[in-house]
């Protein structure tokens, strides 16, 4: 039997180097490759980012290089931080905004915000204690 994981998840942008920066600024990733490729018969240009622990899944922007942009709310990504507010704070920094502050979860030993990126997709944010 193959064994099965999660592996990546993969958000379409609009605008890929203006995302780029916003989640580099806000949530610390690292570029790995920028790949030139087409799906289904489309370009595309994508970032990947180096996983952020070991064993981690990989976050991948991609943007068609040809069409519309993406309409916001196809997927809400989760990072997990040590300080939530600080993430908060960087994102509305970077040209995000905050759409639920903050708030603790004590039934879930973890503090929980939601942000969205500068194109208005949704960033769910903890932070466990």
Do not use: W
């Amino acid at each position: 039997m193959t064994v099965q994981f999660f592996s990546f998840t993969k958000l379409v942008v609009a605008d890929l180097d203006r995302c780029a920066r916003f989640y580099e600024a806000v949530c610390g990733l690292k570029p790995q490759a920028r790949v030139e490729g087409a799906v289904a018969g489309r370009p595309i240009t994508e970032i990947i980012y180096e996983p952020t622990n070991k064993g981690g899944g990989s976050f991948i922007l991609l943007a068609y290089n040809d069409g519309p942009p993406a309409a916001s709310g196809e997927i809400i990504t989760g990072f997990a931080s040590e300080d939530a507010e600080a993430f908060a704070a960087r994102a509305v920094a970077e040209g995000g905004a905050i759409i639920e502050a903050v708030r603790d979860a004590p039934a879930h030993s973890l503090k929980v915000g939601f942000v969205a990126d500068p194109e208005g997709h949704l960033i769910e944010v903890i932070q466990r204690y």
